[in-house]
């Protein structure tokens, strides 16, 4: 068991006697002049704050007092939890930890929700207030919670049911803008151990291990149509991942390629996908920039040349002509993508 997700058990002790008819319980330990016992909290933790507005996100206390037959009755009905009981309350104690002011928790609870998306068939208790406190951790400060949080949406985002609700919290729209922030971050060669990093500098491997976990839960999320309408509205030209597409200052060899090669296939399944996302290249101008993609040089003119010029031309009759194709195939990145005529 990992230690980000505590162990689900909970004993209570002194359980009180049943009759013969299973599911009804007919003494308590009162009614017996025995006191109540103190149930523990399974997922007690003293680091958490003390949470009395929400005490449903209250886990700083090891055990309660329970004073009543009546909250007696209720904890020994409760138990043993279900399978989903427990995911439903490991969810919780989670989400309790994302909105803790201490940037180890913070990551702790990405890292438990990461854990718990794994598996498809939790997704259905992960409720919209715990996914909301999880989005809320994509724009993080910290590069690690950011990172942490951005690969728990991506395996979230494997279930239509979770791309909806997070098309609803416009998850698309909140990772385009931390991409964005990521090609302004200032950079600096990863330190030998025992070094640190200049102020306000961020390593190279972590903003590229960043972007790539944000490029794959925006890949993720976009195969949905009701996650790529929101995209469209907001960047119609994808100029973002144009962006991640071209050679950048500021990165190692290998990192350079994983981010250029993701972005392209992002780009390229957008564009198989979606036939509003074509004409919506096409009316942006950003058809160019696929062009120049195209050639090795990454010099491909649009009139014809000049003297003593070499390289790949496009003239703009033959521009025209191929924009006005009713089905065209450009070769992108060893796919062909279909587009349509211009409207």
């Known amino acids: 068991m990992s230690r980000y997700a ?18 009804r319980i007919t003494t308590t330990p009162h009614a017996r002049g025995i006191p109540f016992p103190r149930p523990q909290e399974p997922y007690y933790d003293e680091r ?3 949470r009395e507005e929400r005490p449903e996100l209250n886990y700083n206390v090891k055990k309660r007092a329970v004073v009543s037959d009546e909250e007696w009755r209720e ?12 995911r439903t309350m490991l969810a919780q104690y989670l989400h309790a930890k994302l909105e803790a002011d201490d940037g180890e928790l913070a990551q702790e609870g990405c890292h438990g929700f990461w854990e718990l ?27 690690p919670v950011a990172t942490t949080a951005a690969a728990a949406v991506w395996a979230l985002a494997t279930t239509g049911g979770m791309r909806r609700s997070m098309a609803d919290l416009d998850v698309p729209a909140s990772l385009l803008a931390v991409l964005k922030k990521t090609l ?5 060669p990863d330190p030998e151990p025992g070094e640190s990093l200049p102020e306000g500098m961020v390593a190279e491997s972590a903003r590229a291990r960043l972007q790539l976990h944000q490029l794959g839960a925006l890949a993720v999320l976009l195969v949905d149509r ?20 071209k050679q950048l200052p500021g990165y190692r060899p290998q990192d350079e390629q994983i981010r250029r090669e993701t972005s392209a296939k992002v780009l390229t399944s957008l564009m198989q996908r979606d036939g509003e996302a074509r004409l919506a ?19 491909l003119r649009v009139h014809g040349p000049s003297s003593g010029e070499q390289g790949p ?25 279909q587009v349509p005529a211009r409207p």
């Open 117 to 143: 998306a794994i598996l498809k068939d939790n997704h259905q208790d992960i409720r919209m207030d715990r996914l909301a406190a999880l989005v809320n951790k994509l724009s993080s400060n910290s590069i």
């Open 184 to 188: 302004k971050m200032q950079t600096f």
């Open 6 to 23: 505590a162990p689900i058990t909970c004993s209570v002790p002194c359980a009180p006697e049943r009759t013969r008819t299973p599911g």
């Open 48 to 50: 958490l704050p003390v």
């Open 75 to 86: 904890v020994m009905a409760d138990q043993p939890w279900t399978a989903s009981k427990r």
């Open 226 to 245: 009701c996650c790529r309408r929101p995209y469209l509205q907001q960047e119609g030209d994808f100029a973002t991942l144009f962006a991640m597409c």
């Open 313 to 337: 031309v496009l003239t703009r009759s033959r521009r025209t002509c191929r924009a006005r194709w009713m089905s065209s195939l450009w070769c992108w990145g060893g796919v062909c993508v």
């Open 281 to 299: 290249l096409i009316r942006s101008g950003s058809l160019r920039q696929v062009l120049t993609l195209l050639n090795p040089q990454g010099a």
